[in-house]
Nanobody, 123 residues
Framework: EVQLQASGGGSVQAGGSLRLSCAAS????????ISWIRQAPGKEREGISC????????YYVDSVKGRFIISNDNNKNTVYLQMNNLKPEDTAVYFC????????????????WGKGTQVTVSS
């Protein structure tokens, strides 16, 4: 059974940090790219970061560059998102999703999606 489980969300004040984890099972993790995607209340889903597990290539949307760091541990089948200097506009439900191969686009082409974890940043 394929599983993607996002965890690590919570409530923090602006300027704080959180580390999200995306634990995967049931598929060949190292052959996939893992993306973090968020959805704020009343807004569309937004892809914010991706890591290709084949070559550790990383990508970030401009709004999180310099603040968020994506990493992986292929031995643990887990991808992390270290979120620093959080802002109220980062408040959203954060999802992880897997696509076979490379980071190709932010939202489309995903093979598997996990349930989200809530991040709330207060000012």
């Amino acid at each position: 059974e394929v599983q993607l489980q996002a965890s690590g969300g919570g409530s923090v004040q602006a300027g704080g940090s959180l580390r999200l984890s995306c634990a995967a099972s049931g598929f060949a993790f190292s052959d996939y790219a893992i993306s973090w995607i968020r959805q704020a209340p009343g807004k569309e889903r937004e892809g914010i970061s991706c890591i290709g597990n084949r070559d550790n290539s990383t990508y970030y949307v401009d709004s999180v560059k310099g603040r968020f760091i994506i990493s992986n541990d292929n031995n643990k089948n887990t991808v992390y998102l270290q979120m620093n200097n959080l802002k109220p506009e980062d408040t959203a439900v954060y999802f992880c999703a897997a696509e076979r191969g490379w980071c190709s686009n932010w939202l489309g082409g995903k093979n598997f999606w996990g349930k989200g974890t809530q991040v709330t940043v207060s000012s």
